[in-house]
Structure formats: structure tokens, C-alpha cells
């Protein structure tokens, strides 16, 4: 985690970052697209199965789409306001450690054990921003304030559900195997992430002709 938050603590104190601010941005939304899928791909398979542990996780796993449901949608918005137009956002191809890491997921689920699901999300909401960070964020970039509802909410929200999972893992009755797994996929998840925010960062570091979402530029 400390990588990870160096990483981050380098993108947000980036001095270009306002243009590296839309292409945060579509990181985001290509991982978070897939929360809700990720989800109910778990639910179907656990619920073929009649132990406690799976009726746990699928009671988690419901309750949790729920609370997932359109922050995708927040996320297109945001990029709207910062002028990219959301027919640009869905045709672009995300960058293929995205694809490796969000498709891990299925792996995890499909071939696996969908307990395995919790490391990742633990990773993505576990160590939520704080409110003040953000609005600090804000402060200093000159960019519209609307562009930011997706930080703002999951600052505010993403504490709770951090606890919530933690409360669940606690109550599992989870093998040593499991708990694994879990501590498994939620290191592999940080390693992807720094290299999503490296790849981000890198594009700016290594080519001055790198186009962004921001400028109307499509990565490559």
C-alpha cells in the first residue's frame, strides 16, 4: 500500500495535472464499470451453492451492487464537464494492464473461488481519500468543481464501506486457503494499480507528443 499511495501522492502533485486529471478519470471508469458485472458474476455462482460462507457473500455481494449502481455513469459525467464527450469515453480501447486486472476477477470467480472478489474490492475501497484531501485537490486545480462529484461521494461513502467488508471477513468462516486467496488478489490489485498510475504518468514523462482525453487525444 505505501507504493501504491506514493503513486498516487505523484499523479495528484503532478504539474501537469490537469490534463492527467481526465485520464484518471478513464482509468477510473474502466475498472468501475465492471463492479456491478463483477458482482453478479459472483452472485450466479455462489448461488449454487447452500453453505453459509455463500450465503454471506451473496447477501454482500447484492447489497453492495446496489450501492454500486451508476458510478460509471458519475464518472462519464464528470468527463463531460471537462468537455470529453462520452461516445469518445466508450469507444476507447482501456490500456491492457486494466484489462488484465479487472480480467483476473473473472478467473478468480469462474475457476477459482468468488471469495477471492473481496481482496480486490478491499484494495479499491479500503483506503478512501479523505474529504479534506479532496477538497485541497480542488482548491488548487483550476478545474470546474462539478468534474469532481466521483472523489467527493466516495470520500464520503467509501469509509463505511470499508468497514462493511471488514465486518465481513471477521464473520466468514474462511479457510486458511481463502483467507489466502483473498490477501493474494488484493496484492496482485495494488501491484496492478501502480502500474496503471505509472502508466499514466510515464506517457507524460517519455512523450512530449502524448495527446489526452483533455486535449481530444486517443492513447495509443
Not at 484518471?24 to 453459509?52: I, K
Not at 471537462?82 to 490500456?95: F, I, K
Not at 470467480?109 to 474529504?131: K, Q
Request: proline share 5%; aromatic share 8%.
Amino acid at each position: 500500500m505505501p507504493a501504491l499511495l506514493d503513486a498516487c501522492r505523484r499523479l495528484d502533485e503532478h504539474p501537469q495535472f490537469i490534463d492527467i486529471y481526465p485520464e484518471y478519470l478513464f482509468l477510473l471508469h474502466s475498472m468501475t464499470r465492471a463492479a456491478v458485472p463483477l458482482m453478479e458474476d459472483a452472485v450466479r455462482q455462489l448461488n449454487v451453492r447452500t453453505d453459509t460462507q455463500a450465503r454471506s457473500l451473496v447477501e454482500y455481494f447484492e447489497s453492495h451492487t446496489l450501492e454500486e449502481e451508476g458510478h460509471d455513469r458519475w464518472i462519464l459525467e464528470d468527463l463531460e464537464k471537462l468537455g470529453v464527450r462520452r461516445q469518445d469515453v466508450l469507444r476507447r480501447m482501456p490500456s491492457p494492464t486494466i484489462a488484465g486486472l479487472v480480467g483476473a476477477q473473472y478467473y478468480w470467480i469462474h475457476h477459482h473461488d468468488p471469495v477471492a472478489l473481496l481482496g480486490y474490492i478491499a484494495v479499491l475501497e479500503g483506503y478512501p481519500a479523505a474529504i479534506s484531501a479532496v477538497e485541497e485537490l480542488m482548491r488548487r486545480i483550476t478545474l470546474p468543481r462539478a468534474a469532481f462529484r466521483t472523489l467527493r461521494e466516495h470520500a464520503a461513502v467509501d469509509g463505511d464501506h470499508s468497514f462493511e467488508l471488514d465486518r465481513l471477513i471477521d464473520r466468514l468462516p474462511l479457510t486458511d486457503e481463502q483467507f489466502s486467496l483473498i490477501c493474494v488478489n488484493g496484492l496482485m490489485t495494488v501491484v496492478g494499480l501502480i502500474r496503471c498510475v505509472d502508466e499514466i504518468l510515464d506517457a507524460y514523462e517519455t512523450r512530449p507528443d502524448y495527446q489526452s482525453l483533455g486535449a481530444g487525444g486517443c492513447r495509443n
